[in-house]
């Protein structure tokens, strides 16, 4: 990679270099996630304590408030990063976002390009035939609180990229002049995060992989505009087409889809749609899969083109 095309990351990592000690960064990444996680387990006593939202529907995004309000609590993540980076390396919340007007037009050239771009894959894919067999929510209400779901979104999305693409990736920079450190830890960081142990071997695998491989292009994105604009867009966007669209009816993450499938582990979900055969592991590379890795790619094309970088 030519150096020319990152050289305004030379510029967003210098508030890193001041203070750049590594062993600073791994107490600093623990702090992180030890603050995050011990906010996360408050979700159900509060929920409980206060009877709100069942805390089973944050915890399981099953319901609209339910996810909303799960993706609205990242905002801890945010301010945990903000406290860390402010108490051990003595700078603050612009620094590891960037200068704010670029980042703030950046991030709407991103999400309103590649948004319109998946979504029109998202239609063009479109399959009539399965939809017969999904439940389409009111589209009036769904609408209606389209920007609730998206800020909520937004909060999450912009969250982890202060975390990963911010912090972590920052920090290594600073230590580091080497793209495959800064690109490729902060990615198997967020890869890790990602794991799910309810998943298949065969499905965890493919989830790690597409994970890091969405860390990368994030970090190019950051790399390439000098601020977390860009990386923020792609990941709303990818966020948004993964919560807003299809969902299994009372499934994870499912509160906010448009369209709700029956579960594939209901005896007879889908009479008629799927063979037998779509129920066992899927093989290592199947075509689901390599169209979600083709979709990181699309949309890192398209966030590129946004940016023009």
Known sequence: MPRAAYAAHARFIEPARAVSDLRLLVVGVLLVEVIYLATSHLIDPFFTLFDVIPAYEVRNGSTPAGLRVQLFSFVTLGLAVVLVVRRLHGRGFLSLLGPVGPVLRQTMQVTVI?????????????????????????????????PLSLAAILVQSGA??????????????????????????????????????????????????????????????????????????????????????????????????????????????????????????????????VLDMAGIVTLWIAARIAIWR
Do not use: K
């Open 114 to 146: 590649a948004g319109g771009l998946m979504l029109a894959v998202q239609i063009l894919w479109l399959d009539p035939e399965m939809l017969r067999y999904a439940e389409m929510r009111s589209l009036g209400p769904w609408l209606a609180l389209l």
């Open 160 to 289: 982890e990229e202060l975390f990963y693409r911010g912090y972590v990736q920052q920090q290594l920079a600073a230590r580091y002049d080497t793209p495959w450190s800064w690109m490729v830890l902060p990615s198997l960081l967020f890869a890790a995060a990602h794991y799910s142990p309810d998943m298949s071997y065969v499905e965890a695998v493919q989830y790690l992989l597409w994970a890091f491989c969405f860390g990368v292009a994030a970090a190019d994105l950051t790399a390439r505009s000098g601020h977390l604009g860009p990386a923020i867009g792609f990941h709303l966007v990818n966020n948004a087409m993964a919560f807003l669209i299809y969902g299994e009816a009372q499934g994870m993450d499912s509160g906010l889809a448009l369209f709700l499938f029956p579960s594939e582990l209901a005896p007879g979900a889908f009479p008629d749609a799927l063979p037998e055969e779509a129920f066992v592991d899927p093989p290592a590379f199947d075509l689901v899969f």
